[in-house]
C-alpha cells in the first residue's frame, strides 16, 4: 500500500468524520459513535475480531486502542470479569464511559493511555485485543487518534510495553490487512521480537488477504492451550 493509496484511504476516514456522531446497534450493543472515534461498523476488522473473540474467556482482558468500546463491551457481554478499555485519545475515551453507560450491566474500565503508559506495572492480562492503526497517518493532525507513528512504529511500541504486562499464557489478537503493506503486518514483527504468533482467521476481498493473528509472549509454553481460552 503506496503513500498515495494511504492519503486516499485518509480521505476517506475524514469523509466519514464529517458524518460523525451517530448512532449503531451491533451484536446487540447500542452505541454512540462520537466525533472524530474510530467506528466499529467501519472496515474489516472490528466485526471481525468480536467473533474471534466469542472463543476466548478470559479472566481480565484489555481493549488496547478502543475507540467506540465496541471491543471492551464484547468482551464484558461474553463474561470477562474485569475488562479495561485504553486509548491515548479523549474522545475515544469519553465514548467508551458514555457506552458502558447504555449497556448496562456491562461494566468497562476506561483508561486514558498511551499504550501502557497509565496501567499500573505488575498488572497483566489474560487477553488483549488491538485494533492498531494499520499504517502511519499522511496528516500532521490525524484523525480519529490515529497519527504518524501507526503501522510498525506503534506495534513495535505495543510489544516492546507488553511484556511487563503479559504472562506466557496471555493471549493478544491483531488483525492485519495485506493492502498496509508487509511491513506493517503485526505477525511479522512479532516474530522478530520474538513473539510467537499464528493465524486464527483468514478471509480475502479478491486479490487482498484480511487476517487475525493470536500472538504469544516470548517463551510461552509449548504444552499451552493453543486455542488460547481461559476458563472464568
Not at 457481554?77 to 475515551?93: F, L, M, S, T, Y
Not at 493492502?179 to 506493517?184: L, M, R, S, Y
Request: net charge positive; charged share 25%.
Amino acid at each position: 500500500m503506496g503513500l498515495s493509496e494511504h492519503a486516499r484511504r485518509d480521505a476517506e476516514l475524514y469523509a466519514i468524520r464529517r458524518r460523525q456522531p451517530y448512532g449503531i446497534d451491533i451484536d446487540g450493543l447500542r452505541l454512540c459513535v462520537a466525533e472524530d472515534v474510530f467506528p466499529p461498523d467501519l472496515g474489516y476488522s472490528p466485526r471481525r475480531l468480536a467473533a474471534v473473540l466469542r472463543r476466548y474467556t478470559p479472566r481480565r482482558a484489555l481493549d488496547m486502542g478502543c475507540g467506540s468500546g465496541y471491543l471492551a463491551l464484547v468482551l464484558s457481554k461474553n463474561g470477562a470479569r474485569e475488562v479495561w478499555a485504553v486509548d491515548n485519545h479523549p474522545p475515544a475515551i469519553a465514548c467508551t464511559t458514555e457506552n458502558a453507560a447504555r449497556n448496562p450491566p456491562l461494566r468497562v474500565r476506561a483508561v486514558e493511555s498511551d499504550l501502557f503508559a497509565a496501567i499500573s506495572p505488575g498488572t497483566t492480562f489474560d487477553l488483549i485485543v488491538f485494533n492498531q492503526p494499520f499504517y502511519p497517518s499522511t496528516t500532521r493532525r490525524g484523525v480519529f487518534g490515529m497519527k504518524r507513528d501507526g503501522g510498525r512504529p506503534i506495534i513495535e511500541r505495543f510489544f516492546t510495553q507488553a511484556r511487563g504486562f503479559i504472562t506466557p499464557e496471555t493471549v493478544m489478537l491483531m488483525p492485519f490487512s495485506q493492502v498496509a503493506g508487509e511491513e506493517n503486518d503485526p505477525g511479522v514483527v512479532a516474530a522478530q521480537l520474538g513473539y510467537t504468533s499464528r493465524i486464527v482467521h483468514r478471509e480475502s476481498d479478491g486479490p487482498h488477504a484480511h487476517v487475525i493473528h493470536e500472538i504469544r509472549a516470548p517463551g510461552s509454553r509449548p504444552d499451552a492451550d493453543r486455542r488460547g481460552h481461559v476458563l472464568v
